[in-house]
């Protein structure tokens, strides 16, 4: 009941395209989700986060939508940039246990 | 934003020896550390949350006599991996949650890279 899954594995976009990773979880205790982008050697950094009451956020190029019903949220990185290249994770956690239960990551390539 | 160090950033030991790495928050006080492994091409692991001033929690299957977590003060926690073994080498990384703001957001540390001989 702690799992996150994540999809896909492995993502290629062109330059300029729309990237798109999905998470769906079982715990409806969770109510706190990040996304985390990490370089290679390198630790995560948050990106965007998103609490149940809200169904969308936006910062910049990344997006967060968010299906409460459907225990799932995604992350949408527009206008996809070579510098996007880098490994994603999405992750929840709760109240009760603040630690984070990471997804299995998404490693994207974007290709100018 | 709030930054988290770690060191070193890589440690090369021989078997059987024990190895500390150190991880500070540098501009806020951390209430709580958390102590992930991640393994080449895998997702982050919790092996321990770290509260100031008391015992650590460790998850399921992770050895507390063999990875121990010190938090003595707001700022730093240590993770001691004793005897260390081939199997110990590992990517592993500290992330510490600001206890005086109210939000869930958890800060990572650069990682510290461990190679046992």
């Known amino acids: 009941q702690q799992q996150v899954k994540q999809s896909p594995q492995s993502l290629i976009v062109q330059k300029g395209g729309i990237s798109i990773i999905n998470c769906a979880y079982e715990n409806t205790a969770f109510d706190y989700f990040p996304w985390y982008q990490q370089f290679p050697g390198k630790g995560p950094a948050l990106l965007i986060a998103i609490r149940p009451d809200v169904s969308e956020k936006k910062e910049g190029r990344f997006t967060i939508s968010f299906n409460k019903s459907a225990k799932q949220f995604s992350l949408h990185i527009m206008d996809s940039q070579p510098g996007d290249s880098a490994t994603y994770f999405c992750?929840?956690?709760?109240?009760?246990?603040?630690?984070?239960?990471f997804g299995s990551g998404t490693r994207l390539q974007v290709q100018p | 934003g709030a930054v988290v160090s770690q060191h070193p950033s890589r440690v090369i030991c021989k078997s059987g020896t024990s190895v500390k790495i150190e991880c500070r928050s540098l501009?806020?006080?951390?209430?709580?550390m958390f102590w992930y492994r991640q393994f080449p091409k895998q997702s982050l692991m919790l092996m321990a949350t770290?509260?100031?001033?008391?015992?650590?929690?460790?998850e399921q299957g992770v050895e507390k006599d063999k990875f121990l977590i010190n938090h003595a003060s707001l700022t730093l926690s240590t993770l001691t991996v004793t005897s260390a073994h081939p199997e110990d080498s590992s990517f592993y990384i500290c992330?510490?949650?600001?206890?005086?703001?109210?939000?869930?957001?958890?800060?990572f540390g650069p990682g510290t890279r461990l190679t046992v001989l």
């Open positions: 992750a929840a956690s709760w109240s009760g246990r603040r630690a984070l239960t």
């Open positions: 992330s510490a949650r600001d206890g005086g703001a109210r939000t869930d957001t958890q800060y």
């Open positions: 770290s509260n100031e001033g008391s015992k650590a929690t460790y």
């Open positions: 501009d806020f006080q951390a209430t709580t």
